[in-house]
């Protein structure tokens, strides 16, 4: 199997509620994305989930989103590219503050939920995202949808980019994933999970629910941090990739 990244969304938590199972998933991979606090996370939460990542020698990236705690940054808010700029500008320096006082270096930018969907598709969004992100710091490597125009945008402006694969969603005919409004959005058996990514991985392939093969570039497999199969799901990975290292 080709040498891919293994991340999770992770840091969800904030106040009296805990989403996830961080202390036992982060060992397990090799990248995690934290929350800025504006869809999910906290000032205590990031620092504790950096903390991790540093323990175990994970690689740190940012997962900025809206600013829509309620609806988890999955809704879908119309905003001027300019609003999407200093939004992830804000976000970066959020999480940078805990990594520079850790001395750990952030390494990669991946947007969140709606936005990371969005930016996808709209170029002018994803102008902004990628143009913040060269701004704060051009090292940083940008996270996207694979083959999508967030990607495209990363690499025209010179950005090191890294085409994310999903282990836990399905896929649409034109490569983006199946919203989670539609019934079989997330994968829930992690065996169909681990099928699907070996396909994705093997063969550069995935299948849509409705059996359209869909050619696709896999460096980077997410999971997501706040379903309840998340542990299960990373831990039957890290197993397969290491078997295939």
């Known amino acids: 199997m080709t040498r891919v990244i293994l991340n ?60 829509d705690l309620l609806g988890f940054g999955r809704r879908n808010i119309e905003m001027h590219p300019e609003a999407v700029y200093n939004l992830i500008i804000y976000q970066l320096g959020a999480l940078h503050g805990f990594t520079k006082v850790q ?20 170029r002018k969004l994803s102008d902004a995202i990628v143009e913040a992100i060269a701004d704060f ?41 199946t919203p989670r409004t539609e019934p079989g959005a997330v994968i829930q058996e992690t065996e169909d999970a681990i099928k699907q990514v070996e396909s994705m991985v093997e063969h550069g392939m995935v299948t849509s629910p409705t059996g ?17 199969q998340s542990l299960s799901l990373v831990t039957a990975l890290n197993t397969l990739l290491k078997q295939s290292r």
Do not use: W
């Not at 934290?34 to 996370?41: K, L, V």
């Not at 945008?153 to 983006?176: M, P, S």
């Open 8 to 67: 999770c969304d992770l840091g969800e938590s904030f106040g009296a509620y805990q989403i996830g199972n961080d202390e036992k998933i982060i060992p397990l991979v090799d990248a995690v994305n934290i929350a800025c606090g504006f869809h999910a996370g906290d000032p205590e939460t990031i620092h504790q989930t950096v903390k991790l990542a540093k323990q175990y020698n994970v690689k740190i990236g940012a997962h900025p989103g809206f600013q």
């Open 103 to 122: 001395n750990v270096k952030m390494h990669h930018v991946k947007p969140h939920g709606a936005l990371y969907n969005m930016a996808s598709k709209d």
């Open 137 to 177: 710091d051009k090292n940083l490597t940008l996270v996207g949808l694979a083959n999508s125009k967030l990607i495209d945008a990363g690499i025209d402006k010179g950005l090191n980019v890294l085409n994310e694969v999903f282990a836990d969603r399905t896929y649409q005919k034109d490569g983006t994933l």
């Open 212 to 228: 359209e093969e869909i050619v696709i570039k896999a460096d980077t497999i997410c999971v997501h941090g706040d379903t309840e």
